[in-house]
T-cell receptor, first 111, second 111 residues
Framework: KNQVEQSPQSLIILEGKNCTLQ??????????LRWYKQDTGRGPVSLTI?????NTKSNGRYTATLDADTKQSSLHITASQLSDSASYIC??????????FGQGTELSVKP | GAGVSQTPSNKVTEKGKYVELRCDPI?????LYWYRQSLGQGPEFLIY????????DSGLPNDRFFAVRPEGSVSTLKIQRTERGDSAVYLC?????????FGPGTRLTVL
């Protein structure tokens, strides 16, 4: 079983709508948990970073939440844009710098 | 340079051949990481360098994979006797001790 599991595997929404992506992790504690955006053919880019003690973190239209009790995190995207179409990856960040990636959610925003 | 660069962007080779993938990290970053990303999956850790030495190579799948970073800057990932299962995107990331910044990856296809 992966240490980081994401759902849904893929998602299609209309431009302007909101959506929420889920991430469950099985091992804690950890240094921090991050959400990355990966455009097709590009490397992942960090969106949000949350330490173990934080509950929520926003970056523009992206808001990440973290529940350490249930070992769940979510990424909420508000007023989606066509450019939001990408893979969104939940990443557990160990103190040694070793990243444990989820398999990603493939988001497609349609006009 | 402004970011992490990787060459080549695409590499097609035949089963059994030897390949080298190059990573140029952000100038001054002492840590360098290699990851492998299969289609529809999140990246998987391969090896981590701190300076010239491999601090953690636990992710290398077998002894056909080897990486070097002789001067503590550019790194080369070497794959001997390539197999079709080696086909993937190979991502490189660098950091100065905190966030990892990713390159665009090298897409390796083994025919």
């Amino acid at each position: 079983k992966n240490q980081v599991e994401q759902s849904p595997q893929s998602l299609i929404i209309l431009e302007g709508k909101n959506c929420t992506l889920q991430c469950n992790y099985t091992v804690s504690p950890f240094s921090n948990l991050r959400w990355y955006k990966q455009d097709t053919g590009r490397g992942p880019v960090s969106l949000t970073i949350m330490t173990f003690s934080e509950n929520t973190k926003s970056n523009g239209r992206y808001t990440a939440t973290l529940d350490a009790d249930t070992k769940q995190s979510s990424l909420h995207i508000t007023a989606s844009q066509l450019s939001d179409s990408a893979s969104y990856i939940c990443v557990r960040y160990n103190q040694g710098g070793k990243l444990i990636f989820g398999q990603g959610t493939e988001l497609s925003v349609k006009p | 340079g402004a970011g992490v660069s990787q060459t080549p962007s695409n590499k097609v080779t035949e089963k059994g051949k030897y390949v080298e993938l190059r990573c140029d990290p952000i100038s001054g970053h002492t840590a360098l990481y290699w990851y492998r990303q299969s289609l529809g999956q999140g990246p998987e850790f391969l090896i981590y360098f701190q300076g010239t030495g491999a601090a953690d190579d636990s992710g290398l799948p077998n002894d056909r994979f080897f990486a070097v970073r002789p001067e503590g800057s550019v790194s080369t990932l070497k794959i001997q006797r390539t197999e079709r299962g080696d086909s993937a995107v190979y991502l490189c990331a660098s950091s100065s001790g905190g966030e990892q910044f990713f390159g665009p990856g090298t897409r390796l296809t083994v025919l």
